[in-house]
């Protein structure tokens, strides 16, 4: 804006003046308003919930102790965290190029579905080893997820089809899909879940080891989240310090200059939503059989993808900031399933984004105080 | 340093003054693009408002009719005080202002352009009403156009008339021109003056805005100039001051024409142009069998008037756009209709006329910018890892080398000015000693300072080398530097001129080889040159 | 299976879609994209549904939805607007935001009993024409009228009136318009607004007339989300939205009632015999909007036309130089 707008604040001889930045920020001051953000997100939530008649300060307090008061609820948060982690970064990644990812939610639930299969169809028998089973899950998960990614990354770059509508459309035929798998064709006795999974499909847990270390007694926390970590670290190096990192974010930020340099808009559009799928797949398969151990709708469709959609903008698109960030929200969801009304974790889940993205302006733009003179 | 010419009494007291402008400050975050300016425009005049790009013209303009509001001053038209809150409040006042970049829907029809934002019909629309009282209107200011065309189908000069009979339609009696000969071919120019001079007679009044001496001097009964904010002159009669001293008041030091150029020794083709015909984004034929070339240590230019296909001529060369027949050859390799990297992996450097949405990457850093050509290979990356040390040394060298103004290397571009900006392109361009170079409109928009760095470069690659290929609007740039010209119309080329060898004298630049700009001219408007020869129209001086 | 009963209820579930996806439209002419449709639809579902029963008035419950609805979608236009954050990001957050209040606000609602609907009535003399009248004229809510009114009203109103003329100048090509003295933020927020009150309307129809009652977030299906394709589709003209979006009400309802006849154009129907099939038809919908997207892509490619020029760009006025 050239313009400065003025509001004229007719009760007190002062004036506000916008006007853009002609430099950058310090390097803190995009934390800072974040974390304002959010504290005015929790605010503005406060006085939602009041309205509905519940006490927001004693919803607040106990979303505090029930995320992270002992060790016990430290890790539920964590393991409702890791699947976060995942969703995110699959986000994270179609974001950098401009790639409206809405689909993360859907390859969530055919990675789950793919790592499912492995053990359901079976492709391996019950009595596989663990050290088989699982990187055997974790790659049917991967592709069955690309495989999610790739028809909307096809129709966008073959047709121009807006990525936006089509994987979320495509959300809703993965529920379906896996619907039908688990309802009509590996059902457990007519229930709608499949049979338990053998020993061998599960991922290790702490409390695997608690005969070695007691105080890993009852903590669910498993190797997904190492997986997630490590899919952070290496997702980093690949957007920041390789080739087609590069390619990607000059992509993102000006495709004509990307095609100038002579990089494939068309082929990255696939492999970047084709990696993005990959990495949601492998979120589906962490849950399935990291905690449900077993193909169920409900724990499986359970949101991340969108809530990684919200971790992956608060994070600033940065795959070690998703860690940290995908901790507090999984600290929300926990504490918020037992929370009255229920659906506030969703609500101040979306306060908070667009707390974040009005604060964005902040980033581009300065407030100036200044005396009206008569 | 600088001189201030105070405005002469004596015309102001014949005829009533229409428009006042006193003590207007602007403010914009980081320049004062207004200091305490002061204007007046008479009636019945034609005024010519001069600067070069960035005085502050537009700006104080752009405050009379409305657009900005100002910091400090007041405007009075007619004697009365006026605030003006919005161009609404302006065109009320009678004041409408013609912009250089058409404020036109492209996609509806005149008639529908003119009827935009007037109260006027009320609530239904009958088109063809209004139809036929546009066309009136047109007529009697000998504007002719079709209202019923939509803008995408008119040419440049119908577009412009267009924006002329929105004001008028709405009644103005200030007329302000933007630039308006920038996107006008020198016939089309005449044109445009004919009209002014009978608006005149109908009883307007006139500003116009432009930073081409020459025009103004032609055009307007007086003269005031800004420069850098302030105004230097105001009010002038053309008639009593020479070019010289407009020059001089316009950029404060006297003009040099004159650069350094050694007579060109070109060797072999290295661009070859063969046949190339193309579309254009709206799948109308752009280019229609264009052939040319361009030999290593010569600089080859292509005038025209903006809009013949000089963009989708460069944007075959540089490999982003289809051609449909024909090919481009590097160093007899076939770089046309293939993905830019072969060219660029064979020496093609290229400097697009929009800097920010193709050249550069607004919110990536200095260093990621200017690696995005040399990005795949070592010593920046190794085995598809970037090593970002490395890019980092580069990007400091070459801000050192180019001068180039930034806090640090890892700034985003978009806080860079455009001069910043074009020095970061021209860096990564010409820092890996290219072949062949096509640089579109390199100093658009750019300050004296940065102009004659752009053009120092340019000769530079010549100096070195390579082939350039310059493709600019501005007649006296392509006069100065280039050894050849090339004219482009309608997709054609008209003919081929030679500049070279011809040393321009200070201040009479422009009257330079005035047989050599009438040839292009008359190109510029669609005569081929062998017509031109054949008609004998060379004129002499 | 009678098919005119089908598509006489498929025209009542189109026009659901049809209040949002025009709505949609407004907006996107005006050039601000709106992805919390969903939300909005929810918001307007739980309003009229809540409100009718604290008050027993189906009309006021309507009248809220639309205003609250409206309300909400002004949060979006201040922030893609005034702030000028990006479009894509604020809408799918409105997305969330609508769906948590609306579930917030709306909690224990669905316990509660029958509710007065809107008045359901047929045309007299158009009942009477033979098939068609069957289908659109009798015994349809009077939302249902609204939407048949509604369709050339919005294709007279952008196209033949000076106000549609400012909308679409502010949606293609926003700085003529500026210099015109058109306020293109205040119309940019006015038809955001209009956009948000018919998605708040498309709502009230699902939880008044279509579906009534209250199901948290089933009760809306994803229908947002088509309704933005359905724009799409639509290139953005009224009449096509139409056509769209009672094709796509005629297409859910059939997927309902494909899996009660025992035979199915003659041979046994096996959906019936397998109701696990169903999940196959629960996903048409969906794959059709994909089908419906690729067609009205590239029918755009095509034409080298498609969406306002101006669509999905904050207006910056006046930028400074390049």
Same mark, same amino acid.
């Given at each position: ?119 359901? /169809? ?11 089973? &699982?990187? !055997? @899950? $974790?790659?049917? +998960?991967?592709? =069955? ?111 004509? /200059? ?11 559009? &696939?492999? !970047? @939503? $084709?990696?993005? +799928?990959?990495? =949601? ?94 | ?541 | ?322």
């Amino acid at each position: 804006m050239a313009e400065p707008t003025t509001f004229k604040n007719i009760r007190a001889p002062f004036r506000f003046r916008i006007e853009p930045r002609l430099s950058e920020p310090p390097a803190w001051y995009p934390a800072l308003i974040s974390f304002g953000a959010i504290i005015v997100a929790l605010i503005l939530g406060g006085i939602l919930i009041s309205f509905a008649g519940g006490d927001p300060f004693r919803s607040y307090q106990h979303i505090a102790k029930a995320s992270f008061g002992d060790i016990g609820v430290l890790s539920d948060t964590i393991v409702k965290a890791t699947p976060i982690i995942l969703a995110a970064l699959a986000c994270s990644v179609a974001f950098r190029m401009k790639l409206w990812n809405i689909g993360a939610e859907g390859q969530f639930i055919m990675g789950a579905f793919g790592a499912s299969a492995i053990v359901l /169809a079976p492709v391996l028998p019950a009595e596989t080893s663990r050290w088989i089973f &699982i990187p !055997v @899950m $974790m790659v049917a +998960g991967m592709t =069955a997820g690309a495989v999610w990614g790739f028809i909307p990354g096809f129709l966008k770059a073959k047709f121009n089809v807006n990525e936006i509508i089509s994987t979320l459309m495509l959300n809703y035929v993965a529920v379906a899909w896996v619907n039908f798998w688990i309802f009509g064709v590996w059902t457990e006795g007519g229930f709608q879940m499949t049979p338990k999974f053998p020993d061998g499909a599960w991922l290790p847990r702490l409390l695997d080891y608690a005969k070695a270390f007691p105080i890993f007694r009852g903590l669910t926390t498993h190797l997904g989240l190492v997986i997630g970590i490590v899919a952070a670290i290496i997702l980093w190096f690949i957007i920041f310090r390789s080739r087609w990192g590069y390619e990607i974010r000059l992509i993102g930020d000006n495709p004509n /200059a990307a095609r100038y340099a002579g990089i494939n808009i068309t082929r990255n559009t &696939i492999w !970047v @939503m $084709m990696l993005s +799928g990959a990495l =949601a797949g492998l979120g589906g398969m962490s849950e399935v059989a990291g905690v449900v151990h077993r193909l169920q709708t409900a724990p499986v469709a359970a949101g991340y993808g969108f809530t990684g959609i919200i971790v992956a903008w608060l994070a600033k698109l940065n795959p070690l900031a998703i860690i940290f960030v995908s901790i507090l929200f999984g600290a929300l969801i926990l504490a918020g399933r037992e929370i009255q009304p229920s659906g506030v974790p969703k609500m101040i889940q979306g306060i908070i984004l667009v707390c974040l993205i009005a604060s964005d302006f902040l980033l581009r733009y300065r407030i100036i105080l200044e005396r009206v003179e008569e | 340093m600088t001189s201030h010419i105070p405005s002469t009494p004596s015309l102001s007291s014949k005829a009533p003054l229409v428009v006042e402008m006193r003590g207007i400050v602007k403010r914009f975050p980081g320049v004062l693009a207004n200091d305490h300016v002061d204007f007046e425009l008479l009636h019945g005049e034609i005024h010519g408002l001069l600067g070069e790009n960035g005085a502050g013209k537009s700006t104080l303009m752009n405050v009379l009719a409305g657009l900005y509001r100002q910091e400090a001053g007041t405007i009075f038209v007619k004697g009365v005080p006026k605030v003006f809150s919005s161009p609404r409040d302006a065109i009320k006042s009678g004041i409408g202002m013609v912009h250089q970049h058409f404020m036109l829907v492209p996609s509806q029809t005149v008639t529908e352009n003119i009827l935009l934002g007037l109260d006027d019909p009320r609530l239904i629309m009958r088109l063809s009403d209004y139809d036929a009282k546009i066309a009136k209107l047109g007529e009697r200011f000998g504007l002719k156009v079709d209202p019923r065309a939509k803008i995408w189908q008119l040419s440049v000069g119908e577009q412009q008339r267009v924006e002329i009979l929105k004001m008028l339609y709405r009644g103005v009696d200030v007329l302000i021109m933007d630039e308006p000969t920038a996107v006008l071919a020198p016939r089309e120019i005449e044109g445009l003056f004919e009209t002014l001079r009978a608006m005149i007679a109908q009883g307007k009044s006139v500003i116009f805005i432009s930073h081409k001496l020459q025009e103004v001097s032609a055009i307007a009964d007086r003269v005031s100039v800004l420069r850098r904010g302030v105004a230097t002159a105001s009010g002038v009669p053309s008639k009593g001051v020479s070019r010289q001293e407009l020059a001089r008041l316009m950029v404060g030091r006297d003009v040099i024409f004159a650069l350094d150029k050694k007579p060109s020794q070109p060797k072999d083709i290295v661009l070859e142009v063969a046949g190339i015909h193309a579309e254009s984004d709206k799948g109308l034929p752009a280019l229609r069998g264009i052939s040319l070339n361009v030999r290593a240590g010569e600089i080859v230019g292509v005038a025209g008037v903006a809009g013949n296909g000089q963009s989708e001529l460069s944007q075959v060369i540089s490999g982003m756009r289809q051609c449909t027949q024909g090919q481009v050859l590097l160093n007899g390799d076939k770089i046309s209709n293939r993905n830019t990297l072969f060219g660029i992996q064979h020496g093609m450097a290229y400097v697009p006329e929009d800097r920010t949405h193709v050249g550069s990457a607004p919110n990536l850093s200095v260093t990621d910018n200017v690696i995005m050509k040399n990005f795949r290979k070592p010593p920046i990356s190794k085995n598809g890892l970037l090593d970002m040390k490395a890019a980092t040394k580069l990007a400091n060298e070459l801000k050192l080398a180019y001068d180039i103004i930034v806090p640090s290397v890892s700034t985003p571009v978009r806080l860079l000015s455009g001069g910043n900006l074009q020095r970061v392109i021209l860096a990564r361009e010409t820092s890996g000693l290219p072949a062949f170079m096509v640089a579109v409109q390199p100093t658009r928009g750019l300050d004296v300072g940065a102009i004659e760095g752009v053009h120092r470069l340019l000769l530079a690659q010549r100096e070195a080398g390579a082939a350039v290929l310059l493709v600019s609007e501005e007649l006296e740039e392509l006069l100065s530097l280039c050894d050849r010209v090339y004219v482009i119309y309608e997709g054609k080329i008209m003919g081929e001129v030679m500049t070279g060898g011809e040393e321009p004298d200070e201040g009479a630049a422009l009257s330079l080889s005035k047989g050599l700009v009438d040839t292009i001219g008359q190109m510029m408007t669609g005569t081929p040159l062998d017509q031109i020869q054949k008609e004998g129209v060379t004129a002499h001086g | 299976m009678d098919y005119t009963i089908i598509l006489q209820a498929g025209i009542a579930s189109g026009t659901v879609l049809l209040f949002a996806t025009i709505g949609e439209l407004f907006a996107e002419r005006s050039g601000v994209m709106n992805l919390g449709v969903e939300g909005m639809m929810l918001i307007g579902a739980m309003s009229a549904f809540s409100t009718t029963i604290a008050t027993g008035n189906p009309w006021l419950g309507v009248l809220v939805a639309m205003f609250f609805a409206g309300l909400i979608s002004q949060i979006h236009a201040f922030i893609v607007i005034t702030l000028q954050a990006d479009q894509v990001v604020s809408g799918l957050s409105l997305t969330f935001l609508g769906a948590g209040i609306s579930l917030v606000l709306g909690e224990g609602l669905s316990k509660a009993g029958t509710v007065s609907l809107l008045p359901n009535f047929s045309i007299p003399l158009l009942a009477q024409i033979p098939i068609l009248g069957k289908i659109f004229f009798t015994n349809q809510s009077i939302l249902v009228y609204v939407g048949y009114l509604l369709v050339p009203l919005s294709w007279y109103y952008i196209n033949r009136t000076r106000p549609g003329l400012h909308l679409r100048a502010v949606g293609e090509y926003p700085s003529a318009a500026d210099a015109l003295g058109i306020n293109v933020f205040r119309m940019r927020y006015f038809y955001v607004f209009v956009g948000g009150m018919l998605a708040g309307l498309a709502g009230a129809t699902i939880s008044l007339a279509v579906s009534p009652g209250w199901f948290s977030e089933l009760t809306t299906g994803g229908q947002g989300w088509i309704a933005i394709g359905l724009v799409i589709f639509a290139q953005w003209d009224p009449i096509r939205a139409a056509i769209g979006a009672y094709a796509f009400g005629a297409l859910r309802r059939l997927i309902l009632d494909i899996q009660g006849p025992l035979v199915l154009f003659g041979f046994a129907n096996p959906f019936y015999y397998n109701p696990y099939f169903g999940f196959f038809l629960q996903m048409l919908p969906y794959l059709f909007t994909v089908v419906v997207l690729v067609i009205g892509s590239r029918e755009a490619m095509r034409k080298r036309i498609g969406a306002p020029a101006a669509l999905g760009n904050p207006y910056v006025r006046g930028e400074r130089g390049k």
